[in-house]
Structures are given as structure tokens and as C-alpha cells.
């Protein structure tokens, strides 16, 4: 059977890195008969360029086809001035809630090739080996109300603006269970990420959290930790998480933490999941500063090929190969801009193609 994947490069420097991985699918095609097939559509400032939307229909009409998205990244200072719903950004939220991708997984692995890439010590990074589980489709980034607000009488008339951060049990209940099944697969360990000190949502969450460990996963460690407290655990001593689940918030700022313990935000994929539908992008923005210039890391993205082989498409000696592979090129030093600490880089395309030259080797 054909697999269709929904490729959506979107903005800044994802039409460069999705080559590369298209590249990889084209030698996952060729020597190891994957049989997948995929079609482009616009996305985030693509997307409102070419119709006006950020999330156009046609788009929206592919990925809900498709049995997984690829997306490259979104936004750019051009559509900052745009009314929100239009911004690129938009285009993003409206997909994971359009698909109901309420489960994002961004692991955060050291490669000890890169230890030297990071700003922090070898010695607390060596091994480090994480899997944030981010709520991605509920919390303060949907709740309502939401919107800037005028209040007030006479002088003392000003703008209000107002965001809401809301769980209910169920959403709660369903990605407690998605970082439970996943500490399964690993070490059985998962710490909860919340600030129940203070926010009554959180406090609902920590209830809830610890009624699913007690009654379906009573053999997953479960611990809890508020946010400001995980944020400096982070730097000071990452090996001691392993699985940890969070809101969305929580988890966009700690997802982005997390991955500079590796060296480089480029090396981080991530996949996004949920009942019927999967989504699978770098968790690195479209860095408009550098496109169009052939300097990106497209290894984010080549690993988040890896996780589709692995997680929507049953494929996982492929995504092992793939693994392998990238591990190879970092072996042999390759090392594009943002790795690289001054010494010589490799471009986007030399990366991809060195990725794609394991892949073929490995295959005989
Ligand atoms: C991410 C990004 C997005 C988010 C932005 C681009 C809307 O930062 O995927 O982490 O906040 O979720
Ligand atoms: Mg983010």
C-alpha cells in the first residue's frame, strides 16, 4: 500500500530543510521500498501569500488525507503586521487543533559527538536522554476567554488583555496516558510539570495526573515538580528526567531549554499526535535570518522523518537505519553552522546529502 504524506515546507528556511528529508524519503523509496508517495501544500506565510489563509482549505483538505504530515516550520518578520488569525502562527495552531495533535512528543537526546556544541559541561550532559510529552492542543494557548478588552470608565478606561489556562479532566486524563505508555517503552519514569502552588488549573492537573498513575499505570514512578523549580533542574542536573509531562505552555518554554542542552536547537524533532492524525516537524522556527542561504541544520527535520517511520508508519527498522545514519554523519565530523563553534561547516544540502550517502551505503 502507498503511504501519503502531506508535505508542508512552510516559511523562512522550511522549504530548504524538507528537500533534505525529501531527499531521505526519495532513498527510504528507492533502497529500502518504503512506497510513499507525497504532495506540497502552503502553510503558515506561504499559506496566507498564496490564499489568504494561513491554513488554507486546500491544505487542510491534503493533511486530513494524508496518513502523516510533514511540516517544515512557520513565520517570518514579512507577516508580524498582519492581524493575528492571519499570521502565520495562526496556521500552525489551526492545524494541530484541526487534526487534534494533542500529543506532542519533543525528545531531547545528547549525541556524544556534540558535547562540545553545548554551552554546558560535558559531564552533565553526557547521556542525557529526555522525552517532553507537551499538551498541544488545549491550556493557555486555546482557552477562553481570550482577546484585548476595554474596561474601565472616564481616565481610568484602558486596555485589558486576557488569556485563560484551562484543562479539563479528560484533556488532562489523555496525556497523562500518552507519558505513561511512553515511560513504558523507557524507563518507567515520568515527573509531572505544573505550578499547583499557585494556579487552581494546575492543581486539577496534579489530581488528575496522579488519579490515572494510581488506577491504570500503577507501575510507572510517577513524581511532580512545579515549572520554576523544572526550568533550573533542567541546567543544573537534566539526567534526572526522563519522561516529563506538561501543559502546553509549560511545555513549549521547557521544549526549548531542554534542547539546548544538545548543543543546537536544529538537531530536535518532534511529533505531534492524536486520535486519527499525526504531524511530524524540527521544533526549531524558520529562522528568517538565515534563509534562503543553504546554512540550516536539516536534521531536526531528517529525525522527524525518523519518528514518522517509527511512530505513524510501522516502519521502525527504517527509522533505526535513519537514525544510524545521521549518527554516522556526525561521527565523520560533518557539522553544519549552528554545531560547528567556529570551526569549518558543512551547508544544508551537504548535510542532507551526506545523510542520504549512509542511508544508500547501508542498504547494500
Ligand atoms: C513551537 C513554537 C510554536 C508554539 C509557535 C511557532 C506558535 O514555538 O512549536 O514550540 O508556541 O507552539
Ligand atoms: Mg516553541
Known amino acids: 500500500m502507498t503511504i501519503k504524506i502531506a508535505v508542508l515546507p512552510g516559511d523562512g528556511i522550511g522549504p530548504e530543510i524538507i528537500r533534505e528529508a525529501l531527499k531521505v524519503l526519495d532513498v527510504l523509496n528507492a533502497d529500502y521500498g518504503l512506497n510513499a508517495e507525497w504532495q506540497q501544500a502552503a502553510i503558515g506565510g506561504a499559506g496566507y501569500d498564496d490564499a489568504g489563509d494561513p491554513y488554507p482549505q486546500a491544505t487542510r483538505d491534503l493533511a486530513r488525507a494524508a496518513d502523516a504530515v510533514l511540516l517544515g516550520a512557520v513565520g517570518g518578520p514579512k507577516w508580524e503586521p498582519l492581524d493575528k488569525p492571519l499570521r502565520p502562527e495562526a496556521g500552525l495552531l489551526g492545524i494541530r487543533s484541526d487534526l487534534g495533535l494533542f500529543a506532542n512528543y519533543r525528545p531531547t537526546k545528547v549525541h556524544s559527538q556534540l558535547l562540545d556544541a553545548s554551552t554546558l559541561k560535558p559531564e552533565i550532559i553526557d547521556g542525557v536522554d529526555i522525552m517532553v510529552v507537551r499538551e498541544l492542543v488545549s491550556g493557555v494557548y486555546f482557552g477562553e476567554p481570550r482577546g484585548i478588552f476595554e474596561e474601565g470608565e472616564g481616565e481610568n478606561r484602558q486596555r485589558k488583555g486576557v488569556n ?81 509531562v506538561t501543559g502546553n505552555l509549560f511545555g513549549d518554554i521547557l521544549s526549548d531549554e531542554a534542547s539546548m542542552l544538545t548543543g543546537s536547537i536544529g538537531m530536535l524533532p518532534s511529533a505531534s499526535i492524536g486520535e486519527a492524525h499525526a504531524m511530524y516537524e524540527p521544533i526549531h522556527g524558520s529562522a528568517p535570518d538565515i534563509a534562503g542561504q543553504n546554512k540550516a541544520n536539516p536534521l531536526a527535520t531528517i529525525l522527524s522523518v525518523s519518528m514518522m517511520l517509527r511512530y505513524s508508519l510501522d516502519k521502525v527498522d527504517l527509522a533505526d537505519k535513519l537514525d544510524a545514519a545521521v549518527e554516522a554523519v556526525l561521527d565523520d565530523g560533518l557539522r553544519t553552522l549552528d554545531l560547528a563553534g567556529g570551526s569549518s561547516s558543512v551547508s544544508c544540502t551537504q548535510m542532507g546529502d551526506a545523510v542520504c550517502a549512509k542511508l544508500q551505503a547501508m542498504a547494500v
Do not use: G
Open 164 to 244: 485563560t489556562m484551562s484543562y479539563t479532566e479528560s484533556e488532562v486524563a489523555r496525556i497523562a496516558r500518552t507519558a505513561f505508555s511512553a515511560a513504558r517503552l523507557r524507563s518507567n519514569r515520568v515527573c509531572s510539570i505544573d505550578k499547583a502552588n499557585v494556579l487552581d488549573v494546575s492543581e486539577l492537573w496534579r489530581e488528575t495526573v496522579i488519579h490515572i498513575n494510581e488506577s491504570e499505570f500503577p507501575d510507572v514512578d510517577l513524581t511532580h515538580m512545579y515549572v520554576d523549580n523544572a526550568a533550573m533542574q533542567l541546567i543544573r542536573n537534566p539526567k534526572q528526567f526522563d519522561v516529563m
